[in-house]
């Protein structure tokens, strides 16, 4: 897993290792409300449909 940028290339740093870390991660937040890796929430908009904020420290 991991991240990528046109001008910086791909970085995978703070990533999960496996498809199914990521998918345990986002099953656990989306049954919570936490914030996945502490910085994507999800939010339900007004017609339902499902999104993710993203918090900054």
Do not use: C, K
């Amino acid at each position: 897993m991991g991240e990528f940028y046109p001008e910086e290339g791909t970085g995978f740093d703070g990533w999960p290792a496996s498809i199914a870390e990521l998918l345990e991660g986002v099953a656990r937040s989306l049954e919570t409300g936490d914030p996945y890796m502490q910085h994507y929430r999800p939010v339900v908009n007004a017609g339902g449909r499902l999104d993710w904020t993203i918090e900054t420290p």
